[in-house]
Structure formats: structure tokens, C-alpha cells
């Protein structure tokens, strides 16, 4: 269970990381010059895309972070004890699971209304200041749920060293 779990969740992690990492170094830039007339319907489509495979892929990460925990030894007891939280290893994970909590809020604010916005603004008028405004939130948004991500990924790193 220990294995299965902490391979399922690691494998959702790196598709959630990695698509963020594709998005600002390859996605971004590639829509600057050479598919600049397309930016709109391509953000819209990938972005729509890689949001709905997010919001489906969160819950497990919930799933598989728990079983995570209890195949490695700690009991539901454990869990829900204040000492298991003042310990080390508790303060780290809830270090964690208070970033992860915040990545939900960024995630859920870009992706269903900062991102569909600047989609939506981009089809009606692509050079109003009000779509650069909502572009620039939106790509805030993105930025801030990558440190966000990678902080986690710190986090997950102590617990396990």
C-alpha cells in the first residue's frame, strides 16, 4: 500500500509541477511571436485542458497522501493527536498540507476565474489594457501556484529525509 501510494502520488505531483514548468518555459514564449494570433484559443484549450485533469487529480492526491501515511506506520490515532503534530515530522507535514491548502485557493482563483477571464477577453479584445490586466493576473496566478508547488515539494522532501 505504502509503494502504490507514494508512487501514484508522486507521478500526479510531477504532472502537476511539470505542466506548470511546460507552460512558463515552452508554452509562454512560443506564443510571444510565432503563434501570437493563436494565444487566446491555445491558452483557452490547453489551459481548459490541463485545469480538468488538475481538479480530477487533486482528490487522489488527498487519497494517496493519507494511505501514504498510514503505510508507513502512522494510525488514524496518530493523525488526529496533538503530540503527532507538535513532533517534528507533524509540523513539517502540516507545513505542507497548509501550502498545499494554498495552492487549492490560487488554483481554484486562476482556473475558474482569472484564466477564463483573460481567455474570454483575449477572443473579444485581445489589446484592451482590461485583457492585459487579467493576463498579467492570470500569469501571477501560474507563477505563485509554481513557487507554491515547489514549496511543497520541499516539504515532501524533509519528510522523507
Same mark, same amino acid.
Given at each position: 500500500?505504502?509503494?502504490?501510494?507514494?508512487?501514484?502520488?508522486?507521478?500526479?505531483?510531477?504532472?502537476?509541477?511539470?505542466?506548470?514548468?511546460?507552460?512558463?518555459?515552452?508554452?509562454?514564449?512560443?506564443?510571444?511571436?510565432?503563434?501570437?494570433?493563436?494565444?487566446?484559443?491555445?491558452?483557452?484549450?490547453?489551459? *481548459?485542458? %490541463? !485545469?480538468? /485533469?488538475?481538479?480530477?487529480?487533486?482528490?487522489?492526491?488527498?487519497?494517496?497522501?493519507?494511505?501514504?501515511? $498510514? #503505510?508507513?506506520?502512522?494510525?488514524?490515532?496518530?493523525?488526529?493527536?496533538?503530540?503527532?503534530?507538535?513532533?517534528?515530522?507533524?509540523? *513539517?507535514? %502540516? !507545513?505542507? /498540507?497548509?501550502?498545499?491548502?494554498?495552492?487549492l485557493i490560487v488554483a481554484?482563483?486562476?482556473?475558474?476565474? $482569472? #484564466?477564463?477571464?483573460?481567455?474570454?477577453?483575449?477572443?473579444?479584445?485581445?489589446?484592451?489594457?482590461?485583457?492585459?490586466?487579467?493576463?498579467?493576473?492570470? !500569469?501571477?496566478?501560474?507563477?505563485?501556484?509554481?513557487i507554491l508547488g515547489l514549496?511543497?515539494?520541499?516539504?515532501?522532501?524533509?519528510?522523507?529525509?
Amino acid at each position: 500500500m505504502y509503494f502504490w501510494s507514494v508512487f501514484v502520488h508522486i507521478t500526479i505531483v510531477c504532472f502537476w509541477i511539470g505542466g506548470i514548468i511546460f507552460t512558463a518555459a515552452v508554452l509562454v514564449p512560443a506564443t510571444r511571436k510565432k503563434l501570437a494570433t493563436q494565444r487566446g484559443l491555445l491558452f483557452t484549450e490547453l489551459g *481548459t485542458r %490541463f !485545469s480538468r /485533469l488538475s481538479w480530477l487529480l487533486f482528490p487522489i492526491l488527498i487519497i494517496t497522501g493519507i494511505t501514504a501515511l $498510514l #503505510g508507513r506506520g502512522f494510525s488514524v490515532q496518530d493523525l488526529i493527536s496533538v503530540t503527532f503534530w507538535q513532533s517534528e515530522y507533524g509540523s *513539517t507535514l %502540516f !507545513s505542507k /498540507l497548509i501550502a498545499f491548502s494554498l495552492m487549492l485557493i490560487v488554483a481554484a482563483i486562476h482556473d475558474f476565474w $482569472l #484564466g477564463p477571464k483573460a481567455a474570454d477577453l483575449m477572443k473579444k479584445d485581445p489589446n484592451s489594457e482590461t485583457t492585459y490586466r487579467y493576463r498579467k493576473a492570470s !500569469s501571477w496566478g501560474g507563477r505563485i501556484n509554481l513557487i507554491l508547488g515547489l514549496i511543497i515539494l520541499y516539504f515532501a522532501v524533509s519528510l522523507v529525509r
